[in-house]
């Protein structure tokens, strides 16, 4: 059979449409396409995709079975290995991971093995009547700190093995960076929330309105509450800031208060209490995922003009790649090998009340060459000279980074972490601290969706040797 | 979901509610404070805690009403319910050592610096409180401060009531009269704090300050509630969310927090606007 060269296209919504709006824009593949998909993956005996998945989902035999149109059985198949493939699916780096050692890859376009489990999943969500049921309880309590994707899978995991879980999160809902940080439209908070009721139809329960290290504390939930293990899933959620000139001025944002703002508290519907600026000109710093969903998501709240400001060049953009396009296509402006050195603003001294003191007018950058590659390989970024300039704007967004949280860390006696407050842990998982274990982004930094589950999962594993042996 | 338990007006825009928090009351301290959403399309809110009986598990909150959340939380009855309610959050008050302390509240910042007053006098510290009002109709808290200051001297800016001034004065006239403390703990509006702390540099006095900018989340994850402190010469970034709420009122750039206080002030009377029309629908 000859080989089909390239993916079968996604159907997205308009980009001149949906630059105004919060909808999905990836809308999925249809049956037949799903199915037509399946057939390019060659079931490849050596099959180098599964290796390049953090948590290897078996890829080839799911997409056997979708040529099959037995979709039911792919899920069950991508649900040994994964808790979360609705989520991966479409937000996955694929083309880094599976996809990017997909051997169809070497001379044409990769099987879309993204789409196809996105595919699957949604399939299973829509048509899946069963309701999972809750395994007999082996009385063990383990709490879990954090429900992004780490504290949910560490917690799914267990549950199925008859623990009795419990979650604890500081926000009022569940779900870590997928319902607080990812826009609606790329993640719709749907997909999130059916995750969680799935859980907690396992047995697990979820506390939101808790912060562990100020309400209860990691001490607390072992000697007081009756918990054997504790899994820390809190992420990294402390923003980094450029420490220049004017970052205190009105209109310049972390991208976590600007994402939180638009996503979790609805600040684009109407209804919403909590305001954010909207309209205007739109400065964006960073390159990575989260510098593309502020930029759209500024796009998409009325900003007239979107900048992403990045010190490198196109190659080096951390972004998915299909964000980068879609943000392309969408109309955001790259002022690639540009960094800010100053934010400008608006100073009125005739007038002290004047109320637009203060406020953001401009950003003032340089321009930048690659240099030398670094100790990386990645060609590091060095200024040009003299060569200032000024972009007009009345919002910036800082998306350069984040670490994790020193709350727990503080509150928690002999607790280890390294230099820029990563929690320390082993090859299960467990920290320096006897039945506490940590994973995800907590441990390694930003990171990506897929790691911090796979994380999680190894953490499961973990408290389950550990407790079964106790 | 959070029951209120009792409700009480303050005064006509002021009003203190008891909220059922069993883990919150057993763990906070004077200087934390809570963030709560009333309903579930709501907007989170700080607010302090003003006291709190673990045996009952119960939170004291004292608030003015001033916006679109604190007007909904306004309409709370007792024996009803408000959706979210976590803490305590930020870090406690530095209290130990102290042993003469003046706390200076202006407005609703009284309730803000009540516990503080309270856990200072428990403490065996004698405590001076110049609490100041813009008028007789709405002070606040008279007698909770009475109970617990070895001197209390209430201001309001038109002479209604008490001393006629701002509370600054007072402040200026006892310290040139010699008078000395440990430390001047102020709270309330930020042009407030701002000179309360150009009166303690003055005599050399140490003078915390307790910041109350815009949050979101409270833990330290948006950044939001960021504030600039001058120290050493060097500008340092903090999160009055973890770092605070208190600070050295001497380190702190007021006008940047000034400006930053009233980012939204125009989305918030559309908003405050919003709500009220909505109750008066309810009620026709
Ligand atoms: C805007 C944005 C876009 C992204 N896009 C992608 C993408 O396209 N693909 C991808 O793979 N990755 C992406 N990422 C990265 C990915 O989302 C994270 O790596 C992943 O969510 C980390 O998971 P986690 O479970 O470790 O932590 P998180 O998802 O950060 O969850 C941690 C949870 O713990 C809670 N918490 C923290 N401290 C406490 C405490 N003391 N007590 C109780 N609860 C606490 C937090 O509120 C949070 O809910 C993106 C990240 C962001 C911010
Ligand atoms: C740590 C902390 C503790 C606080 N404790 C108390 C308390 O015990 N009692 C109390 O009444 N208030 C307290 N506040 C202030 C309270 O959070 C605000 O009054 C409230 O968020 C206003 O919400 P709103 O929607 O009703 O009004 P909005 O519509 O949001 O605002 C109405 C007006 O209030 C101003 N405002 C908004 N947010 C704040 C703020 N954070 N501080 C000061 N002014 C603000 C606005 O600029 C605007 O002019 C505290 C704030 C912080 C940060
Ligand atoms: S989980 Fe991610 S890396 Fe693994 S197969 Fe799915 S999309 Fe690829
Ligand atoms: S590498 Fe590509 S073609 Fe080979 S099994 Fe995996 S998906 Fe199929
Ligand atoms: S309120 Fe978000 S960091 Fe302080």
Same mark, same amino acid.
């Given at each position: ?32 396409? /799903? ?30 079975? &979708? ?6 059985? /792919? ?10 493939? /609705? ?20 001379? @044409? ?21 069963? +309701?999972?049921?809750?395994? $007999? ?26 623990? +009795? ?7 009022? !809902? ?32 979820? $506390? ?10 990691? +001490?607390?939930?072992?000697? +007081? ?5 504790? @899994? ?8 980094? @800031? !450029? ?48 510098? !593309? ?28 790649? $299909? ?101 320390? &842990? ?16 907590? &441990? ?8 911090? !589950? ?17 | 979901? =959070? ?50 009986? *673990? ?32 803490? *305590? ?29 309270? #856990?200072?006098?428990?403490?065996? #510290? ?30 309001? %800016?038109?002479?209604? =009531? ?14 040139? #009269? ?67 709420? %208190? ?38």
């Amino acid at each position: 059979m000859a080989i089909i060269p390239n993916k079968n296209p996604m159907p997205v919504l308009d980009a001149k449409l949906r630059s105004t709006n919060f909808e999905e824009v990836a809308l999925g593949y249809s049956e037949s396409t /799903a199915v037509a998909e399946a057939e390019r993956c060659i079931n490849c005996r050596n099959k180098p995709c599964v290796a390049a998945c953090p948590v290897n989902i078996q890829i080839p035999e799911f997409i056997m079975k &979708v040529k099959d149109r037995d979709f039911e059985g /792919a899920y069950q198949i991508i649900s040994e290995s994964s808790s979360l493939p /609705a989520v991966c699916g479409r937000v996955c780096p694929q083309e880094t991971q599976c996809e990017g050692k997909c051997t169809l890859g070497i001379r @044409f376009e990769p099987v879309a093995i993204g789409r196809l489990e996105r595919f699957v999943a949604d399939y299973h969500l829509k048509n899946a009547k069963e +309701d999972p049921v809750k395994p $007999e309880s082996n009385g063990k309590k383990v709490a879990v700190v954090g429900s992004g994707p780490a504290g949910l899978t560490c917690a799914g995991d267990l549950a199925k093995k008859g623990y +009795d879980v419990t979650v604890y999160e500081a926000l009022h !809902m569940a779900g870590g960076v997928l319902v607080y940080g990812i826009p609606e439209f790329r993640l719709p908070i749907d997909i999130v929330t059916k995750e969680v009721e799935v859980l907690k139809k396992l047995g697990v329960k979820v $506390e939101t309105n808790v912060v562990i290290g100020k309400t209860l504390t990691i +001490d607390e939930l072992l000697d +007081d509450m009756g918990f054997e293990a504790v @899994f820390i899933g809190s992420g990294a959620g402390l923003p980094n @800031f !450029m420490n220049i000139p004017g970052e205190g001025l009105k209109g310049v944002y972390s991208a976590n208060e600007y994402l939180t703002r638009a996503n979790l508290m609805k600040a684009y519907s109407e209804d919403a209490d909590t305001p954010i600026s909207k309209g205007g000109k739109v400065a964006v710093v960073g390159g990575g995922n989260v510098a !593309m969903d502020a930029a759209r998501t500024a796009l998409r709240l009325g900003a007239d003009k979107v900048y992403i400001v990045y010190r490198r060049s196109m190659e080096e953009l951390p972004a998915r790649a $299909e964000e980068v396009e879609h943000a392309i296509e969408e109309g955001i402006d790259f002022r690639l090998l540009n960094n800010p050195v100053e934010i400008l603003g608006y100073n009125n001294p005739e007038d002290r009340r004047d109320p637009k003191n203060g406020c953001v007018v401009g950003i003032k950058c340089i321009k930048m060459q690659l240099g030398e590659p670094d100790e990386n390989g990645r060609r590091r970024p060095v200024p040009i000279e003299g060569s200032e300039f000024i972009l007009d704007v009345d919002t910036v967004v800082m998306a350069i980074g984040t670490s994790p949280n020193p709350l727990i860390k503080d509150t928690t006696e002999g607790l280890e972490v390294n230099r820029w407050g990563g929690i320390i &842990v082993n090859e299960e998982n467990l920290t320096s601290r006897e039945g506490v274990y940590a994973g995800g982004d907590v &441990v390694t930094g930003a990171a990506t969706v897929i790691s911090a !589950m796979g994380a999680g999962k190894v953490a499961a594993q973990g408290i389950d040797d550990y407790l079964s042996n106790k | 979901m =959070y029951k209120i338990v009792s409700r009480r007006e303050l005064n006509n825009s002021v009003t203190q509610l008891e909220v059922l928090a069993p883990l919150v009351a057993k763990k906070a301290k004077p200087g934390q404070f809570i963030i709560l959403r009333v309903d579930e399309v709501g907007e989170r809110i700080p607010l302090t805690v003003a006291g709190t009986n *673990p045996d009952k598990g119960t939170v004291k909150i004292i608030f003015q009403v001033v916006g679109g959340t604190t007007e909904k939380l306004n309409h709370v009855m007792e024996g009803e319910y408000i959706q979210d309610f976590v803490g *305590p959050l930020g870090t406690p008050s530095e209290l130990d050592g102290l042993n003469k302390v003046c706390i200076v509240g202006g407005g609703v910042g009284c309730a803000i610096a009540l516990p503080t007053a309270e #856990a200072l006098h428990e403490l065996g #510290a004698n405590v001076t409180s110049i609490i100041g009002f813009r008028n007789k109709d709405i002070v606040i808290l008279e007698d909770e401060f009475k109970a617990c200051s070895d001197k209390l001297i209430v201001t309001t %800016d038109d002479g209604s =009531y008490g001393y006629h001034g701002n509370v600054t004065a007072p402040l200026k006239e006892m310290l040139a #009269a010699g008078e000395t403390f440990d430390k001047i703990i102020t709270i309330g509006p930020i042009i407030m704090m701002k000179f309360v702390v150009e009166t303690a540099k003055e005599y050399n006095i140490p003078c915390t300050v307790s910041m109350n900018p815009i949050m979101i989340d409270g833990t330290g994850m948006c950044g939001g509630c960021r504030l600039t402190l001058n120290q050493n010469g060097k500008r340092v970034t903090k999160f009055a969310c973890v770092d605070g709420p %208190d600070f050295d009122g001497y380190e702190v750039d007021f006008d940047e927090a000034m400006a930053r206080s009233v980012m939204y002030s125009d989305f918030e009377k559309h908003a405050y606007e919003k709500t009220c029309n909505l109750f008066k629908k309810e009620v026709q």
